[in-house]
Nanobody, 126 residues
Framework: QVQLVESGGGLVQAGGSLRLSCVAS????????MGWFRQAPGKEREFVAA????????NYVDSVKGRFTVSRDFAKSTMYLQMNSLKSEDTAVYYC???????????????????WGQGTQVTVSS
């Protein structure tokens, strides 16, 4: 079992930056990949970024490449999403997720992830 706690969302002006954090815990030691998804009102949940179990692979949706960076701090069991040059279309609830069954992967498919955080709101004005 994995529990996820997110933080870092908020209101920011277009062109600004935010850093989201997701702290993961588990009942036993193991490996897993982690991902970020977002969902705007009335839209499907969308893949944003992912990082595999050892941090050696990352994956991004095209719309955030060059602006967002996903990383892991293994000592703190934390995944980060550094978001720069934010745009109004980045406004959404952002969710972190864990893929326990395929830790080598950085899947774009929401159904590949078994555990989800509660979500944190990101609002970009202008």
């Amino acid at each position: 079992q994995v529990q996820l706690v997110e933080s870092g969302g908020g209101l920011v002006q277009a062109g600004g930056s935010l850093r989201l954090s997701c702290v993961a815990s588990a009942r036993s030691f193991g490996t897993y990949s982690m991902g970020w998804f977002r969902q705007a009102p009335g839209k499907e949940r969308e893949f944003v970024a992912a990082i595999n179990w050892n941090g050696g692979r990352t994956n991004y949706v095209d719309s955030v490449k060059g602006r967002f960076t996903v990383s892991r701090d293994f000592a703190k069991s934390t995944m980060y999403l550094q978001m720069n040059s934010l745009k109004s279309e980045d406004t959404a609830v952002y969710y972190c997720a864990v893929d326990w069954t395929e830790p080598w992967n950085t899947s774009k498919q929401a159904n590949d992830y078994e555990y989800w955080g509660q979500g944190t709101q990101v609002t970009v004005s202008s």
